[in-house]
T-cell receptor, first 114, second 113 residues
Framework: SQKIEQNSEALNIQEGKTATLTCNYTNYSPAYLQWYRQDPGRGPVFLLLIRENEKEKRKERLKVTFDTTLKQSLFHITASQPADSATYLCALDFHSNAGNMLTFGGGTRLMVKP | KAGVTQTPRYLIKTRGQQVTLSCSPISGHRSVSWYQQTPGQGLQFLFEYFSETQRNKGNFPGRFSGRQFSNSRSEMNVSTLELGDSALYLC????????????FGSGTQLSVL
């Protein structure tokens, strides 16, 4: 069965360092992958989308890579700030007999300490 | 442009009751998706509506149902509530395409006692 895995343990890093979050998937062949940020008590907010034919995408301090051979995406936040503390979710499109749906990983909580 | 609006924000029900949650998408968005979020299971896809038709469906029992109106507003209904239905229910909209990003509301926190 299809599975999306993100590190369920919280990632604690020092302010100014680069945070790297991992998203691994099995039994998928996604055409694209998305990353979202979620703060407590709020809905997820879209950050970046990367397509299967793109190796890397950047937006300000954010960078996403997509390796379809390894079935892995890495999400980097450079020069991290305490305000970056949140849960980060990756999501993949999943095709089934019932149609297409965006399926989310369990998320990784990032804590940036001043 | 107003964001996705979900009402109510909080809801407390007892086992066996039924509940209806409401979602108003961003103006111009024709697709509305519903997700259930719990600490143990994460975000689970319930269903998606597009132009008043259910386009996709997740793996949830028939007690979970939804509908979409001609103005794209959507409702989801859960009948015969169980304790395990306690969760944050999130609604998300997008213009229409299946490869587009989702815009989420703040959710309805449902507690079943």
């Amino acid at each position: 069965s299809q599975k999306i895995e993100q590190n369920s343990e919280a990632l604690n890093i020092q302010e100014g360092k680069t945070a790297t979050l991992t998203c691994n998937y099995t039994n998928y062949s996604p055409a694209y992958l998305q990353w979202y940020r979620q703060d407590p008590g709020r809905g997820p907010v879209f950050l970046l989308l990367i397509r299967e034919n793109e190796k890397e995408k950047r937006k300000e301090r954010l960078k996403v890579t997509f390796d379809t051979t390894l079935k892995q995406s890495l999400f980097h936040i450079t020069a991290s700030q305490p305000a970056d503390s949140a849960t980060y979710l990756c999501a993949l499109d999943f095709h089934s007999n019932a149609g297409n749906m965006l399926t989310f990983g369990g998320g990784t909580r990032l804590m940036v300490k001043p | 442009k107003a964001g996705v609006t979900q009402t109510p924000r909080y809801l407390i029900k007892t086992r066996g009751q039924q509940v209806t949650l409401s979602c108003s998408p961003i103006s111009g968005h024709r697709s509305v998706s519903w997700y259930q979020q719990t600490p143990g299971q994460g975000l689970q896809f319930l269903f998606e509506y597009f132009s008043e038709t259910q386009r996709n469906k997740g793996n949830f029992p028939g007690r979970f149902s939804g509908r979409q109106f001609s103005n794209s507003r959507s409702e989801m209904n859960v009948s015969t509530l169980e304790l395990g239905d306690s969760a944050l229910y999130l609604c998300a909209s997008r213009p229409g395409g299946s490869n587009e990003k989702l815009f989420f509301g703040s959710g309805t926190q449902l507690s079943v006692l």
